[in-house]
């Protein structure tokens, strides 16, 4: 399976590279609340969240919309998505985006373009 990996989680700076990556490339805007990766603070240190493709938004996906590719990653069909933001709520990490009602959401597809600007090299697709 595929999947985004945060190598070293403490070492990130929050310098934000990522999310504006993430949100530029699929929402093209630099607004980081359309980004797939969410910053999380626990115990003073800023981590961040990436989707682990556990499928929870695939098995509550009423219409059927959320499938597993080949490599292992779950996407949003957005022909076949009704919009109900059922995926979105049962995201345990809070990690997919409905930026509008008059789009469908969209999830982590570990694609990797939040890695490459990142100068800590925390982030990395890895084959798991």
Known sequence: MRRLKV??????????QCVTACAATFYK????????IKFEEKNRVVIPRTCI??????????????TQN??????INKKLCVRCGKCVE???FGLIVWASPDVPPSKCIACGICAKPCPMEILEV???
Do not use: H, S, W
């Open 126 to 128: 890895v084959e798991t």
């Open 29 to 36: 805007t630099d607004d980081i609340t359309k980004a797939c």
């Open 53 to 66: 493709q556990c499928g929870k938004c695939a098995r509550n996906c009423e219409a059927g919309a959320i």
């Open 70 to 75: 080949p490599k292992g990653f779950y996407f």
């Open 90 to 92: 049962v995201c345990p």
């Open 7 to 16: 190598k070293d989680p403490e070492a990130c700076m929050a310098c934000l």
